[in-house]
């Protein structure tokens, strides 16, 4: 095995950012792992996860255990001053898998990448509370309100560092493997089953809530089991949609099961706020990815164009998708003689 400090650079893209999980999980099976790992929005879950003591599969069997269904009601709408979500429910899902720990508790050297909204200034965020982090790094403009630590309002780092290739080199690595989940935006807007619709989810009667306490250390966290995780989190939903008896059905989308298919322009008569932001995002995080991955030593770019920015429900697509493009890119011999 090689003798140089390796750094995993997780990117941000929100539901994309799931094939993370089957991009780690190939590095997993290649004996490979990290010194290092810095995240931007959703791989600073990622990466805060596999930090926390989750490998690969754990994080798969939690992804896919869960019922989205449920949790696309997993929100806590607030007056739209700076955010439409106030992010506290979110803060309460990451609590239940990870618990208050602090960065110093980690199996691994982590950073996660913020914005401060005021200045424009990159954050590196690697001390202090995990959860509070993580939820600064993952809070997407207009979508969520951002956080106030020390003073700074911080959103989504994704607006200054896609892919934190330069924070894993900042922190030490020598070999940086760089990931990122951000398509090509002209190629987003082409999905084949853009308009199927999840029922509205049934509510049981008993009310059951989080301790955010539960878990105080990592050791902590290897003893629960995977499932317990599972039902914390849908228990959570079922505590929120019981105060809040949303109605309607949620539009989402889903994935074709082909990927040889052609693909037909998405029709959209006239853009929902949710599209205008997530599209937004994505035009500006995209350029800046490419531009992070030419820094890397290693840049894995899953195909993950026909993943819906929040189709949080095509997990196993998306882990799927993360583990094509990690065995393609292994596959070359000289690349995995780094290695060894």
Same mark, same amino acid.
């Given at each position: 095995?090689?003798?140089?400090? *390796? ?29 290092? @790992?810095?995240?931007? #929005? ?9 930090? +926390? ?15 989205? $269904? ?12 700076? +955010?439409? /979500?106030?992010?506290?429910?979110? %803060?309460?899902? /990451? $609590? ?8 110093? =508790? ?12 005021? #200045? ?7 001390? +202090?509370?995990?959860? &509070?982090?993580?939820?600064?790094? *993952?809070? *997407? ?6 956080? &106030? ?5 911080? %959103? ?10 330069? @924070? ?13 989940? @951000?398509? &090509? ?13 999840? =029922? ?7 009310? $059951? ?5 539960? @878990? ?16 914390? *989190? ?26 040889? &298919? =052609? ?14 932001? #997530? =599209? ?47 065995? $393609? ?12």
């Amino acid at each position: 095995m090689s003798t140089k400090k *390796i750094g995993y650079a997780l990117g941000g893209g929100a539901a994309r950012g799931l094939s993370h999980i089957g991009v780690l999980k190939v590095l997993h099976e290649y004996g490979i792992s990290p010194d290092i @790992i810095a995240g931007t #929005s959703i791989g600073s879950i990622i990466g805060a996860l596999y930090a +926390g003591g989750y490998d690969p599969d754990d994080m798969e069997k939690i992804v896919l255990g869960l019922d989205w $269904k449920k949790l696309l009601y997993m929100v806590d709408m607030t007056i739209p001053l700076s +955010g439409l /979500l106030q992010g506290k429910r979110v %803060v309460l899902l /990451l $609590k239940s898998i990870l618990g208050n720990i602090t960065f110093s =508790q980690l199996r691994c050297d982590f950073s996660c990448v913020a914005t401060d909204i005021i #200045s424009g200034e990159q954050v590196v965020l690697r001390d +202090g509370s995990l959860i &509070e982090a993580v939820r600064a790094s *993952i809070s *997407i403009p207009g979508i969520f309100t951002p956080v &106030e630590l020390s003073g700074r309002y911080l %959103v989504d780092g994704g607006l200054v560092n896609s892919v934190p290739v330069s @924070i894993c080199r900042e922190m030490g690595a020598d070999y940086v493997i760089g990931v990122n989940v @951000i398509p &090509e935006p002209r190629r987003i807007m082409y999905n084949l089953n853009k308009n199927i619709q999840l =029922q509205v989810c049934e509510i049981s009667n008993d009310e $059951k809530t989080i301790k955010d306490d539960r @878990i105080t250390d990592p050791v902590g966290i290897r003893h629960r089991s995977l499932q317990s995780h599972i039902d914390d *989190i849908e228990n959570a939903a079922n505590t929120f949609l019981l105060s809040h008896r949303l109605k309607g059905k949620a539009n989402t989308t889903s994935l074709s099961s082909s990927t040889t &298919e =052609q693909a037909q322009p998405l029709q959209i008569k006239s853009p929902k706020l949710i599209d205008i932001l #997530s =599209q937004s995002l994505t035009i500006s995080e995209y350029r800046l990815a490419v531009e992070n991955l030419k820094e890397a030593d290693l840049a894995i770019s899953p195909d993950v164009e026909g993943i819906g920015f929040w189709q949080f429900n095509n997990g196993a697509q998306a882990i799927a998708l993360g583990e094509h493009a990690a065995r $393609k890119v292994l596959a070359n011999k000289a690349t995995a003689n780094i290695f060894r």
